[in-house]
């Protein structure tokens, strides 16, 4: 596969791969409630990731400042389909969180979310090297192993881009490693992209841009 060669290619893949993820999700682009929203994550959500969903525990991943669209998608897709089909991104302790919210409370959590300000998220501080590994393959990839720049997806300083491109800046470090290593295991709701990234990545890459994406603001 070379198609992760150059940046323009990138940036073609990006898009042609837009179109059928919107063309699945239109009904994520209508608003949701975030005053509802509010009450929903102060009661079920507030113990693991904070009442503003800056969660200080840093396998709990911040959902402070996501894109609405991104944090909807997640949450249909920690449910089973009603045929019982298995959830695209199963996990034990989201699964049960999910289960009783209709795809409006979800919508209207993710509007509560997306409005609250991001904190710096929790790192572990291994050392120049790690970092500058990390900004080395953010910011420009690996051609040996053509790992594609995360930038290109993620945008320079981490934001993201709105719906399908999540915000990744001040995530903490060991939650992003968890989920770069689930790409490579049980977490199929990512159109294939995320999981042929992760498959070029070794285990100290993963661990050096999870450190850097935590710095970026
Ligand atoms: C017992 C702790 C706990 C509770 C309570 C909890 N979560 Fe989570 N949440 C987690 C963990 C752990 C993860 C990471 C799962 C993984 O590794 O994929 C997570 C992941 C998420 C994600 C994915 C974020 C991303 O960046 O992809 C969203 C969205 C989320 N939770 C929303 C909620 C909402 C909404 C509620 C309340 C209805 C809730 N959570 C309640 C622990 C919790
Ligand atoms: C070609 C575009 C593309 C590139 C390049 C890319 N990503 Fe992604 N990434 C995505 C998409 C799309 C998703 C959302 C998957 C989903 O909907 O669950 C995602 C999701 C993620 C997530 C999950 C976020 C969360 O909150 O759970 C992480 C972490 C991530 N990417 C890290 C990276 C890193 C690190 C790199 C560079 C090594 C990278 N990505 C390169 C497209 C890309």
Known sequence: ???????????AMTLSLSAPALAGSST?????DAEKGKEIAAGTCAGCHNPDGNSIIPTN??????????TFKQLMEFKEGDDGEPAKRPNPIMAPMV???SPED??????????????TGISN???????ELGEIIYRGGNLENEVPACASCHSPNGNGLPPNYPRLAGQHADYTYAQLSA?????????????LVVSRMSAREKRAVAEFITSLK
């Open 1 to 11: 596969m070379r198609i992760f060669k150059n940046s323009a290619i990138v940036f």
């Open 28 to 32: 994520t682009s209508a608003e949701g």
């Open 61 to 70: 991943p911040v959902l402070a400042g996501q894109h609405a669209a991104y």
């Open 99 to 101: 289960a009783a919210l």
């Open 106 to 119: 979800m919508r209207d959590i993710a509007a509560y979310y997306a409005q609250q300000t991001p904190q």
């Open 125 to 131: 501080k291994k050392g120049d090297d790690l970092l």
């Open 183 to 195: 790409f490579d295991k049980n977490r199929k709701n990512d159109n294939e992209v995320m999981r």
